[in-house]
C-alpha cells in the first residue's frame, strides 16, 4: 500500500521532473478532467472533485512521511487530483482544459491568499488545502473568462 501511496503521490513518476515538476505533475487532473467530467452533471462533478481532494490529503501524508520533507517537490497529487475542482460545471473542450491548466498553474504558483497562510498546515493536509484554494480561485476566473470571452466568441460550447 506504501508503495501504491508514492506511485500516485508523484502523479506516477512524473513529480521526479527535473524542471517544473508541479507543472509537469498536473498533467494527470487533465486527463481525469477528460474521462470523469463533462458527462456526468455538476453533481457528479462537485463529489468527484470532493473525493479526489481528500484522497490527496492521506497520499500526501504518506510522501511526506517518506521523502522527510515539507511538501516535497515531487509530492505532485496535491496538484493534479485538485484540478478538477477548476472545471466543475464547465464545458470538458480542449481550449477550456488548456486554459483551466494555466490558471490552475499560476494561483499555484502566487498562491493568494489564504493558500500561502494555510500552506503552513501540518502533514498532507497542509500539501493540499493551498491547492484546493488555487484551484477555486482557477474556476471562479475560468467561469469568468468562458461566460464573457470564450462563449461568445465560440472558441468554447
Excluded at 486527463?31 to 470532493?50: D, N, P, Q, S, Y
Aim: some cysteine; proline content about 7%.
Amino acid at each position: 500500500m506504501h508503495k501504491v501511496a508514492l506511485l500516485l503521490a508523484t502523479g506516477f513518476g512524473l513529480g521526479y521532473s527535473p524542471i517544473a515538476s508541479g507543472t509537469v505533475g498536473s498533467i494527470p487532473g487533465v486527463l481525469l478532467v477528460w474521462f470523469l467530467f463533462g458527462r456526468t452533471g455538476v453533481m457528479t462533478e462537485i463529489v468527484l472533485a470532493a473525493v479526489l481532494t481528500l484522497l490527496a490529503i492521506p497520499i500526501c501524508d504518506v510522501a511526506e512521511k517518506h521523502f522527510k520533507t515539507k511538501d516535497d517537490g515531487r509530492v505532485v497529487a496535491d496538484e493534479y487530483m485538485t484540478f478538477p475542482v477548476s472545471m466543475i460545471g464547465l464545458p470538458v473542450h480542449p481550449v477550456m482544459l488548456t486554459l483551466a491548466f494555466v490558471t490552475n498553474r499560476v494561483f499555484d504558483i502566487i498562491k493568494p491568499p489564504p493558500a500561502r497562510g494555510l500552506q503552513r498546515l501540518t502533514g498532507g493536509l497542509g500539501i493540499t488545502i493551498d491547492d484546493v484554494f488555487a484551484a477555486l480561485y482557477s474556476l471562479a476566473a475560468n467561469w469568468l473568462l468562458y461566460i464573457y470571452l470564450l462563449k461568445p466568441q465560440g472558441w468554447v460550447p
